[in-house]
């Protein structure tokens, strides 16, 4: 009950949210001059109903809602961008109850200065942080047969803090090298062990580099491709440890209010698991620019 609470909650509040996919590293456009930002707002749903239907098939709906709001400034050779990205997702399954599809919290502050007047290469300066609003599953994985609580709100919880050498020879490709602190926080000890957090603590602390690129370009009409990647290395631990998170996304206009959004992401995280994680998503749904 308390899920599909927070399910209801989240498609009325899709009114005034967002689903597509931004860029990881925040790009303040070379035209601007003082502050501007941007606010989108989507929500994806789908149904189906089957009544004595030949062919078979379970009763099912699902939504997701989720908001991106972005705030730049440039003034000379300094900028700043903040962004804040929210999204949220469930769907019930006849015969399952509900199960959480999405869920996200991310929030960055970048800052940049540009070496020499007019160059390509930057200093930049970030925070990041990541977490989640809902408990996560691991759907009938439990010894006892249930399910298996695998996440949860501040379990796990990272904070990034980086800064290094930007290179951004156009508006569509830049990429980054830096130095960079990462802490895991698990605020719920029953988790400690599946993120690599010590018992009786609840921050993990690591210093390392950290790499990140990233691509935008729109491919046709009211239609944007943007790939991303981002890493951590750990310099105390092997190379092959190293974290990576890459996404990528075709975002499409169908309309000014109807959008639809196709979604791949990759993630390596060993102190999770040994295997790659992957995500795919196809969805259409109606979006609102706010600015």
């Known amino acids: 009950m308390k899920n599909l609470s927070l399910l209801l909650f989240f498609i009325s509040l899709s009114f005034f949210l967002t689903n597509q996919t931004k860029a990881q590293i925040i790009v303040v456009a070379d035209t601007l001059n003082g502050w501007d930002q941007t606010w989108i707002a989507n929500f994806n749903g789908a149904q189906s109903t089957f009544n004595n239907w030949s062919e078979g098939g379970i009763n099912t709906i699902s939504g997701t809602a989720s908001t991106v709001f972005t705030k730049y400034y440039r003034e000379g050779r300094s900028t700043y961008g903040f962004r804040i990205h929210l999204r949220f997702g469930q769907s019930k399954i006849n015969g399952t109850g509900v199960r959480k599809t999405d ?69 569509n490709f830049s990429a980054e090298l830096g130095l960079a602190l990462k802490q895991t926080i698990v605020s719920d000890n029953r988790l400690n062990a599946q993120y690599q957090v010590d018992n009786g603590k609840k921050v993990r602390s690591e210093g390392g580099i950290t790499f990140g690129a990233q691509y935008q370009k729109m491919i046709m009409e009211n239609t944007e491709f943007v790939t991303s990647i981002e890493t951590f290395t750990n310099l105390l631990v092997p190379l092959n440890q190293t974290d990576v998170y890459w996404a990528n996304a075709v975002n499409g206009g169908i309309n000014k209010y109807l959008s639809a959004v196709f979604q791949f992401e990759l993630r390596y995280d060993h102190d999770y698991s040994r295997d790659i994680q992957l995500k795919q998503v196809f969805a259409a749904g109606i979006t609102f620019n706010f600015y």
């Open 103 to 171: 869920d996200l919290i991310s929030i960055r502050n970048r800052v940049t200065y540009e070496l020499t007047k007019e160059s390509i290469y930057s200093a930049f300066g970030a925070i990041q942080f990541r977490t989640q609003f809902a408990d996560g599953f691991d759907y009938g994985k439990a010894e006892a047969g249930g399910d298996s609580l695998i996440s949860r709100w501040f379990a796990p919880a990272y904070f990034i803090e980086s800064f290094g050498i930007e290179v951004k020879p156009n508006e």
